[in-house]
């Protein structure tokens, strides 16, 4: 699908982690919780970083790691995303190339945002 470019999830935020910079990935969409699958290998270091941008502030530049396979455990929701492509200079995901459908719990992405490092 081509998402019109005022779409924007609702909120984002990162489940079960020690805190709320790192877990399993979780968007809001139409006021329902879902997470988010890296089935082809999409995830690296530029999709983690506009996670984390999203929650620290767009001029955050710390450091960031992909953790995928359902690291952080599966979400008890639907998967939401899907295809999730950023090139790293996007405010949010939602400004990302993506999918919005899902099937594999078990390919569920956590990112982890290390906030002793940045600004
Ligand atoms: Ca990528």
Redesign the pocket.
Known sequence: MVCPLVFRFEAIRLANGVNQFEGRVEVQINGIWGSVQDYSG???N??ALVVCKSLLGAEWTGTVQVHSNAYYGEGDGKVRLSNV??TGNEQDLSECGFVTYGWSHSKEVGVFCDVSTGI
Do not use: I, L, Q
Request: charged share 55%; with cysteine; aromatic share 14%.
């Open positions: 999409n995830w690296d530029k999709e492509e950023c």
